[in-house]
């Protein structure tokens, strides 16, 4: 229900209405080959990846029920993803066997830039999240892009650090 929070989007768009020719969905398969692999590369490294690789990493998520969501943003005209998200579900103990959300690889192609469609895609996570009972829902980002996800209600947490371990 976006009823609270379409405020926030001006035209208003929302997952059933993303905008003209584009539709929001669950990852499938054959968008593979509409480009989602490619699409990811605007984010970060991504390496070889195959039309295999990819089904195999697909099903592997697949099989953990209730723990991989996965959401595109297609356009029609051209049938290419042209934006996507990642919301992981963490099973916890702590907090009374709580669950926790994690957002992750967050991309948007540079052509559809200033659509509003990264801010759908996380509200739209954001919101799943707490359909689920996430606890809280989390994510790292880029310096540059703390205004973005500070407007949608995310924010740096005072005394938590995200830190890593690269391998
Ligand atoms: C960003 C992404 C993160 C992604 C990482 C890749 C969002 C909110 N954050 O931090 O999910 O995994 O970039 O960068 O989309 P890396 O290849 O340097 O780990």
Redesign the pocket.
Known sequence: DFSSTNAKFNPKISPEHPGENLIMRPLCPADYARGFVELLRQ???VGDVSQEDFIARYKSMKACPDTYYLVVIVDVNVDRVVGA??MAIENKFIHRCATRGR?????VCNEMRGKQLGKLLVETMLKLSEYIGCYKTT????DA?IPF?QQLGLHPEPGNNFMVKRF
């Open positions: 984010l970060t490294k998200a990642t957002i992750e690889d967050v991309v994510l790292d980002c880029k892009m996800y």
